[in-house]
């Protein structure tokens, strides 16, 4: 690991996905490592557009505890509106 040219990157895969790399990898006639290698490629910019989105702006404290007027707590109870405005 010294090298950066053998640099390693070791990533945990469910076996159902493994069987999907597999696979694909037979039908393609690719290493899995250059089948990854491409997917990631065309993968990794179709992902950042999707999850980027706008961010939204913070709520402050007060809004937040607003959203939990009406919730029912482990009593019974019932939340009541922030008195904090």
Known sequence: MRNGRNSLLTIPVE???KALIKEASSKTQLS???LLRTALRLGVPEVIKRLEG???PRR????YLGLFAG????NREMVGPSRVK
């Open 15 to 17: 076996p159902g996905l």
């Open 32 to 34: 899995q490592a250059d």
């Open 54 to 56: 706008v961010k939204r």
């Open 60 to 63: 402050n404290f007060a809004e």
């Open 71 to 74: 919730v029912v707590t482990r």
